[in-house]
């Protein structure tokens, strides 16, 4: 751990900034997947009958994040990035822990639905604004040898935290049974989610400072106007178009494939919640591997090469694990996670290399979340594709669209000096 740090004076407070962004992304992972996870067993007592319903929930959450991300990177690149991720924080806990008091349906009728979706949408932003200023923050206090391994680290969070909520979730409907758990014992996670949040603020308010370099330039009035129109407009869409690749990657490699093996006679929907945790397990350990790998390489090199794989392997490996069963599809599953999502290892470190400290929250945070907005709605856009092209067709056909993107994004931008402190 000593080796990711700058200089030997401050190496303690690198060392916390770097810890509050490892840990603060998983507690901002795990509240992103709690209504995506730990409600589904429940939904249907909840939220009510209609499946429709918990849509509502997943778009309110998507659009509040870019959102919470132009605000805060903002604010962040103003007044500083500590100060910005506690408040950010301490919204998180707060939105969080009033949703385990939301009443189910039969209490609260229609407005339990508006509740969720009012408090998700707030959360949303609260959850935009902890990656636009935390990780930013751990990477300018990360000693420049190791951005790469430090950043597949913050990323590697993701997968982890979805595996997390996914075995709490499993332990509680083994403990309490489902009836148990649909009246009652999904607001635990949320509990749990609250209290995380609450140990990170402590967290940041006792040891967590702000970088010399993000404290020693002059601050920009308006660092949201300059990444959207301004000087540094073009990093931005360079960056949006890289990372609208890589959420394409990660909507039809996690939840349309889940869908799709639900579906498939061979499989089952009873199989598919082990595999997808097997194989989120192994793309935790690759993104670590990919962001130290894009350390020695050049990141721009490892997302051209990494697309050039995926364009051919991400579809071939998405038709093998459409064929497949038992553990022939747990492999095959595993290398679809290894062939698109584990290109994220490089992001937190290419995304802070690519702005300069004055914007560097603003053009992380918007560049990340912007991005995921068109790949999120793909239930809007990929039925009639595949009403077309076929189920599986459609998807491979998006994969290699995605793996397109990647390289076009990384060809559209120079190679970041990884070797160099961040200015």
Known sequence: MSRLFTEPETSSRARKAVRGGLLGNFVDQVDIFLPVIALAPAAAVVLGPDPAQTGLIFVATLFGRPLGAAIFGSLADRYGRTSTTKIAIAGIAITTL??????????????????????????????????????PLAMEWSAPRQRGLLSGGIMAMSPLANSFIAALTLTLLQVLGADDYAMWGWRMPFIAGALLAVAMLGYYSVGVHDSPVSTSVPHRTRPLADILVGPFRRQLWQVFTLMTGLWLFTQMA???????????????PTTVPLIMLVATLVSAAAMIASGAISQRIGRRRFFVAFGGLAIIAAPLALMWAMSSQGAGAVLAVTVVQLVTVSAYGPVGAY????????????GYGVGYSLSMVIPALYPFWLPGLQSTLGAGTAVAVVLAAASSLLIIGALLGPEPDRAAPLE
């Open 351 to 362: 995304l802070a290399e690519r702005f300069p400290v004055s914007v560097r929250s603003s």
């Open 98 to 135: 009033l949703i385990a008091l939301i009443p189910n349906h039969d209490v609260g009728g229609e407005a339990t639905l508006w509740a969720f979706v009012a408090l998700r949408f707030v959360g949303g932003i609260f959850l935009g604004g902890e990656y636009s200023a935390a990780i």
């Open 254 to 268: 996690i939840p349309v494939l889940t869908g799709l093996l639900s579906k498939a006679p061979q499989i089952g």
